[in-house]
């Protein structure tokens, strides 16, 4: 099959997958934890495990992807098992009646899905070419906005009416499992080999080996830590009656699931066409400028008109964000090693989404969600300021064309 034909069926199954994704991220980023929350009355201590439970999963891709090696799996065919164990497991927890069941089960539902992120990356690095693979990916992440913000609206009119229903929605989110395990099959893709992405090992020692990639891991750490731990805390100021705004679960869905996927459906081509034609610094650190906005508008109000405000902000940085986040490896990194760069870059982001709503939620339980969005803000501010220091880095090669 050539380069073109690969490229065209690769974009032609992701546009198919992302739909079904999409419900996924709505299921993952607002609905677990609502229905914690509301229906089992979560302590702390276990709402934090279910939003770190994505991050957790990212922990373990490294040892993931040299397994799917060892094993000369096909990418695409392990991201497909990946998928299916996801809905299993999906399946487990809405039969389930306890919290530590609930909780037990949503986590490893959600790691397992996580471990699919290396994997879609070296599908993007086997079967786009450099000069495409931001344009690819926008339309398939305006489709997962939409599909988020559908999902969202009516999911939060489920619960609204009963908050029993999330047995619904759960089935819901297993069958669009099943539906991305299936469009992710059928693209083409290489089975990956030990010689090329090496041991767990070798691959952490890309960190100091590779010191500009290090480097930008660290500065990653700093912005990722101010994001993560003010994420979960948006719900919580929404959903907790303690802090002014009590919203109602459709309200809830509304500014934290549908405001923010709508910007990022109308920001995300902007965004890709930046990462194709910017330096990847600017491209970064003006994503970084809207995550503060977004977090200085957001924990300091408790009118929706606000709130909708700064979420949209939120949106348009994660239009970009997203991109950024899945392809800045293959930035500096050779082709055939873009899985290894990116499963450090996930694990790093698994050990800090692991770690930040923990901190999230004790800096809560100490203070007020504004030290937590004060917090958040200088730990961006400071990854700003890193970023900048490494623009002119001979690594990135001849100036990006800046328009």
């Given at each position: 099959?050539?380069t073109?034909?690969?490229?065209?069926?690769?974009?032609?199954?992701?546009i198919?997958?992302a739909?079904?994704?999409?419900i996924?991220e709505a299921?993952?980023?607002?609905?677990?934890?609502?229905?914690?929350?509301r229906?089992?009355?979560?302590?702390?201590?276990?709402k934090?495990?279910?939003?770190?439970?994505w991050?957790?999963?990212?922990?373990?891709?490294?040892?993931t992807l040299?397994?799917?090696?060892?094993?000369r799996?096909?990418?695409s065919l392990?991201c497909?098992?990946?998928?299916?164990?996801?809905?299993?497991?999906?399946?487990?927890?809405?039969l389930?009646?306890?919290?530590?069941?609930f909780?037990?089960?949503?986590?490893?539902?959600?790691?397992a899905?996580?471990?699919?992120?290396?994997?879609?990356?070296?599908i993007?690095s086997?079967?786009?070419t450099?000069?495409?693979?931001?344009?690819?990916?926008?339309?398939p992440?305006i489709?997962?906005?939409?599909?988020?913000?559908?999902?969202?609206y009516?999911?939060?009119?489920?619960?609204?009416?009963?908050i029993?229903?999330?047995?619904?929605l759960?089935?819901?989110i297993?069958?669009?499992?099943v539906?991305?395990?299936?469009?992710v099959?059928?693209?083409?893709?290489?089975?990956?080999?030990?010689?090329?992405?090496g041991?767990?090992?070798?691959?952490?020692?890309l960190?100091w080996k590779?010191?500009?990639?290090?480097?930008?891991?660290?500065?990653?750490m700093?912005?990722?830590?101010?994001?993560l731990?003010?994420l979960?805390?948006?719900?919580e100021?929404?959903?907790?009656?303690?802090?002014?705004?009590?919203?109602?679960?459709t309200?809830?869905?509304?500014?934290?699931?549908?405001v923010p996927?709508t910007?990022?459906?109308?920001?995300?081509?902007?965004?890709?066409?930046?990462?194709?034609?910017?330096?990847?610094?600017?491209?970064?650190?003006?994503?970084n400028v809207?995550?503060?906005?977004?977090?200085?508008?957001?924990?300091?109000?408790?009118?929706?008109?606000?709130?909708?405000?700064?979420?949209?902000?939120l949106?348009?940085a994660?239009?970009?964000?997203?991109?950024?986040?899945?392809?800045?490896?293959t930035?500096i990194?050779p082709?055939?090693?873009a899985?290894?760069?990116?499963?450090?870059?996930?694990?790093?982001?698994?050990?800090r989404?692991?770690?930040a709503?923990?901190?999230?939620y004790?800096?809560?339980?100490?203070?007020?969600p504004?030290?937590?969005?004060?917090?958040g803000?200088?730990?961006?501010?400071?990854?700003?300021?890193?970023?900048?220091?490494?623009?002119?880095?001979?690594?990135?090669g001849?100036?990006?064309?800046?328009p």
């Amino acid at each position: 099959m050539n380069t073109s034909t690969k490229a065209e069926q690769t974009y032609r199954y992701d546009i198919l997958r992302a739909p079904f994704y999409g419900i996924l991220e709505a299921g993952w980023s607002t609905f677990a934890l609502v229905i914690a929350i509301r229906y089992f009355e979560a302590p702390d201590k276990y709402k934090s495990f279910i939003a770190g439970a994505w991050s957790m999963g990212f922990l373990l891709t490294p040892l993931t992807l040299y397994l799917v090696a060892k094993l000369r799996y096909r990418s695409s065919l392990a991201c497909a098992c990946m998928f299916g164990a996801s809905a299993v497991l999906m399946v487990g927890a809405t039969l389930a009646q306890s919290l530590l069941i609930f909780t037990l089960l949503i986590m490893l539902s959600q790691i397992a899905t996580a471990q699919q992120g290396p994997l879609m990356l070296q599908i993007y690095s086997d079967n786009y070419t450099s000069k495409e693979r931001g344009s690819r990916m926008t339309v398939p992440f305006i489709l997962m906005a939409l599909c988020t913000s559908l999902f969202a609206y009516f999911g939060g009119k489920l619960l609204d009416a009963s908050i029993n229903n999330y047995r619904i929605l759960f089935a819901v989110i297993t069958l669009a499992a099943v539906g991305a395990a299936w469009a992710v099959s059928r693209i083409p893709s290489k089975a990956l080999t030990t010689e090329h992405i090496g041991n767990p090992w070798q691959s952490f020692s890309l960190i100091w080996k590779d010191k500009l990639f290090g480097y930008l891991l660290g500065s990653w750490m700093l912005l990722g830590f101010g994001n993560l731990i003010t994420l979960p805390i948006r719900v919580e100021y929404l959903a907790n009656p303690d802090y002014g705004v009590n919203a109602s679960n459709t309200s809830i869905a509304f500014l934290v699931l549908i405001v923010p996927a709508t910007a990022r459906v109308l920001s995300t081509k902007l965004w890709g066409h930046f990462f194709d034609r910017l330096h990847l610094i600017t491209t970064r650190n003006m994503l970084n400028v809207f995550f503060m906005l977004s977090i200085a508008c957001f924990f300091f109000t408790t009118n929706l008109v606000l709130l909708t405000f700064a979420m949209a902000l939120l949106g348009v940085a994660m239009g970009g964000g997203k991109i950024v986040w899945s392809l800045w490896v293959t930035k500096i990194a050779p082709d055939e090693k873009a899985s290894s760069y990116m499963s450090i870059h996930m694990a790093l982001t698994g050990f800090r989404g692991t770690l930040a709503p923990f901190i999230g939620y004790w800096i809560l339980s100490q203070s007020a969600p504004k030290v937590v969005a004060i917090v958040g803000l200088v730990l961006i501010a400071l990854s700003v300021v890193l970023f900048e220091f490494v623009r002119k880095h001979p690594r990135w090669g001849a100036r990006p064309i800046e328009p």
